[in-house]
């Protein structure tokens, strides 16, 4: 039984269970508990399984820590403590983990002293960090005397599972807290992590798991994901400690400009850098949260250029920059030395960068949740209320934060979404299996089945993963592609096969694929960071761009590194804010819909303005830009809703533009415009192009090959989305790019062999050529069932567009078709993403002042657009 903990206990009561000198160190220290400890504490103490879900600063750590550490204590006091593991620490950052260990070894020292006072001894309780930064050296010492405490990332983990000596060791874990579990749940860590959980509790027997998360949703489902289930399917017991509400949020939307339309690039930076200087002065500490790494760069780089007083007091800190670097920002942080950091994601985890009390985000963080989590950094101590801003820069943001901000202040949270069996993680653990003994195919189906992304895996799939590596497939060995495990189906066995399978194992293992990352040096071969390779793939000699918030110039390339000089003050020649956009959450954006029911109902209200700051508490500059939005959609076109469909047809000399406003996100949308495009190239026989948004797509034909309305609404009738989705995703760049990650994550590809490393252009070869192998001879093959489940579950979102598709289906959408001389207000946005002149945003906005001039012209004239078509 899963239940959420109900009961708050008094000081006195954990006192109670605590050791002297645990419970004198405690009232020294701290004087009361926090509400997560207050929930938790005790329960953990009774051997529950806990999930704790909680602001930033709450005390959530010590409240997973406080049992373990109170349990090792009374061992020392009764000399019982032996030389072995009882706790294991897991989180997905390795700079985490020296915080941790450093805000362990504190307090235990501590505990010690008022031990000596009280007048006995106590063993020092060990702690260790084990991560792919450890040397051999240390982890040779951590086989002869095991840490008490052992802090390890979820990679780590899966190798030491399968180290001979010190696997033994893992045998008498008593408590595993896993942190950040929000960081994990979403992605292929969390899956590997929790079958490792799964193959451990098979080696250490029952042991309590403690879930630590800032704020997600729905917390029954992830508790059931960090528990796991049991062998007869039912989930794992154990409590939900949900305190996301204790501290005080406080989230104000403000645009910088009265006008965001006729605003020019210029005057709206100006008025960006002016408002921001102002919170910098106002505040001790900022913490500026941008929407890619290369806003961060910019936003630092700009600071620090018009404000010359911010020169050594501003920093950028996001994860293409060095560890040292980041490392230094964070200690100069912590020490106060510095007025702000600009950031991209980089600092959403929970590293301890001391107080910060404001929060600023510039542009929208595209779901609730993320917003919480970020502007929780901010009064890192309970009682301190988290203040956050958010800037925005165009009328779509205005609107999609305005509602964001009120779900945030109702906690209305976005559902997060956890991958279904992934195949190619679960080769790796089946081999880390084999690796360990022989194994029955029954009782190792029913240990993977206990984790919870595998808890519906069927017995098919599991015997492909193992014939795949029992090379079973024929024509794969050519491709040296060789068996790891040997396989007896009649006898029901498995096992290891093969002297170098371990090697494999270790050189391989891990979800996170090898990004192909260009470093970049200067002349004198000093190392300054790296660059992703599509930006690598545009310089030219004498381009210049912002990396760590310096402007350098490109000089030449040779292999995987880039060659650049220092170039202090030069104005950057290549945009950098493509490519790494967030997606808008589905559960957001519906709510965004009924929004803007919301407002076009409130339209001819004369209170329409005090309503709408009254309910969202937002300005008037920020109402009135709402209202003359909404209005002027209303009068030029029609205004797409949680009802209504929009779909426009606009022509021009050579092409036909079709804008669906169909507003659910972009992960959504990519699925459907994919397979729209795909369907009307293929009848109309012609290239189409596509632009997404989250507020919908556009189709782009040349004019000949227009559509009918009869033809765009037999789109939305279409049967089978999945299937079709897979034809469309034939040949792409896409399929090519994933198959090498899930290749590499199936150990089809192997990235290191023989102590080797192998090229990522060699990579991506050999992956094209085995996945035209496998798509001819074996369409059923794990790992490439696995590529077209990664790319449309994780990376797209086929389900909701499948119910967005049946709600059209259903009739509980209407679609209205439009013919329009011009992209309607609403379409804007869309019309500058399909727009291939535009290269920086200063043109992106030029753009959108001339729609929205010949627009008004159309409005004000009294053209009264046509009527919409009635539909069918």
Not at 382 to 399: F, T
Not at 564 to 570: M, T
Request: charged content about 30%; glycine content about 4%.
């Amino acid at each position: 039984m899963i239940r959420f903990a109900q009961r708050e206990y008094t000081d006195e009561e954990i006192y109670e269970i605590l050791v002297d000198p645990v419970r004198e160190w405690f009232r020294r220290k701290f004087g009361t508990f926090t509400p997560p400890q207050r929930y938790a504490v005790i329960e953990i103490h009774k051997g529950e399984n806990v999930l704790i879900s909680s602001p930033t600063g709450s005390g959530k750590t010590l409240s997973a820590f406080l049992a373990a550490i109170n349990e090792l204590i009374l061992l020392g006091k009764e000399g019982k403590l032996e030389d072995k593991i009882y706790v294991l620490y897991v989180s997905p950052l390795r700079a985490l983990n020296n915080d941790i260990r450093r805000n362990l070894e504190e307090p235990l020292r501590e505990i010690r002293e008022v031990a000596q006072e009280m007048g006995y001894d106590l063993p020092e309780i060990r702690v260790a960090v084990r991560t792919s930064d450890t040397s051999s050296y240390e982890k040779q010492k951590m086989v002869k005397t095991p840490p008490h405490i052992l802090i390890t990332t979820p990679e780590s983990l899966a190798i030491a599972l399968n180290a001979p000596k010190f696997s033994e060791r893992l045998k008498t874990v008593k408590y595993v807290i896993v942190d950040e579990v929000h960081a994990l749940a979403e992605n292929k860590r969390g899956t590997h992590l929790m079958l490792s959980l799964e193959r451990l509790q098979n080696l250490a027997g029952n042991f309590v798991r403690i879930g630590l998360s800032a704020t997600i949703h729905p917390l029954e489902e992830v508790a059931k994901f960090v528990f796991g289930f049991n062998d007869d399917g039912t989930p794992r017991s154990g409590l939900i400690v949900d305190v996301s509400f204790a501290k005080k949020t406080e989230i104000k939307v403000e645009s910088v400009v009265e006008d965001l339309v006729y605003t020019d690039a210029a005057t709206l930076s100006e008025a960006l850098y002016k408002r921001l200087d102002e919170l910098i002065e106002q505040h001790r500490t900022t913490l500026i949260f941008t929407n890619t790494r290369s806003g961060a760069e910019r936003v630092a780089y700009h600071l620090k250029k018009r404000f010359p007083k911010y020169t050594e007091l501003i920093e950028a800190h996001h994860s293409s920059l060095s560890r040292d670097v980041r490392l230094e920002v964070e200690e100069k942080l912590k020490r106060g030395e510095i007025k702000a950091v600009c950031t991209s994601t980089s600092l959403e985890l929970g590293i301890d960068i001391g107080s910060i009390d404001l929060v600023v985000l510039i542009g929208s963080p595209k779901s609730v949740n993320r917003a919480l989590q970020r502007i929780g950094r901010a009064g890192h101590r309970l009682h301190e209320v988290s203040k956050g801003i958010i800037l925005v820069l165009d009328r779509d943001d205005l609107v999609e934060c305005t509602v964001l901000a009120y779900n945030a202040r109702n906690r209305r949270l976005d559902r997060i979404k956890i991958p279904q069996n992934p195949l190619d993680v679960l080769v790796q653990h089946v081999l880390g299996m084999a690796l360990e003994r022989v194994w029955d195919i029954e009782e190792a189906y029913t240990l993977v089945r206990r984790a919870y992304p595998y808890r519906n895996l069927s017995f098919d799939d599991f015997m492909s993963v193992l014939r795949y590596l029992a090379g079973e497939y024929a024509g794969l060995e050519e491709k040296k592609v060789y068996a790891k495990i040997w396989l007896d189906e009649k006898e029901g066995k498995f096992g290891r096969r093969g002297k170098m399978t371990r090697a494999i194992y270790y050189m391989n293992t891990g979800t996170i694929p090898d990004e192909a990352k260009i470093e970049v040096y200067t002349l004198d071969k000093r190392f300054i960071g790296t660059v992703e390779e599509e930006f690598a793939e545009r310089l030219m000699p004498g381009d210049i761009f912002v990396l760590a918030g310096r402007t350098y110039e490109f000089k030449k390339s040779r292999g995987n590194r880039i060659y650049v000089e220092p170039k202090e003050g030069a104005k950057p020649t290549i945009p950098a804010w493509f490519s790494e956009m967030l997606p808008l959450s589905f559960d957001l954006a519906l709510d965004v819909q009924r929004f803007r029911r919301e407002i076009k109902e409130l339209l001819d209200n004369p209170k329409a303005k005090q309503i709408l700051m009254e309910k969202y508490k937002i300005d008037e500059k920020a109402a009135k830009a709402i209202l003359s939005y909404f209005r002027e959609q209303a009068k030029y076109s029609t205004i797409p809703d949680d009802r209504i469909l929009l779909v426009e047809e606009v022509l021009e000399e050579r092409r036909a533009k079709y804008f669906f406003h169909t507003l659910i996100g972009r992960r959504a949308n990519e699925a459907l415009s994919r397979v729209f495009a795909y369907l009307v190239s293929k009848k109309k026989r012609c290239n189409v192009g596509i632009a997404i948004s989250d507020n919908g797509f556009m189709l782009i034909l040349p004019r000949e090959k227009r559509l009918s309305e009869k033809d765009i609404k037999s789109l939305f009738q279409l049967e089978d989305l999945r299937e079709t989705l897979k034809r469309a995703l034939d040949n792409t760049e896409l399929l090519k790019r994933r198959f090498r990650h899930v290749a590499n994550r199936g150990l089809l590809i192997l990235k290191r062999y023989m102590g080797r490393k192998k090229s990522l252009s060699r990579q991506q070869l050999n992956a094209q050529t085995l996945l035209r192998l496998l798509k001819k001879n074996y369409p059923d093959f794990p790992l490439l069932k696995e590529v077209y489940r990664e790319i449309m579950e994780d990376k797209m979102d086929i389900e909701n567009a499948e119910l967005f598709l049946n709600w059209v289906k259903e009739g509980k959408i209407n679609i209205v078709f439009e013919q329009n001389e011009l992209p309607s207000p609403f379409a804007f946005n869309l019309e500058v993403i399909g727009a291939s002149d535009v290269v920086l945003m200063e043109d992106r906005r030029e753009l959108i002042k001339q729609l929205h001039k010949k627009i008004m012209v159309m409005i004000k004239e009294g053209e009264e657009p046509k009527p919409p078509l009635p539909v069918s």
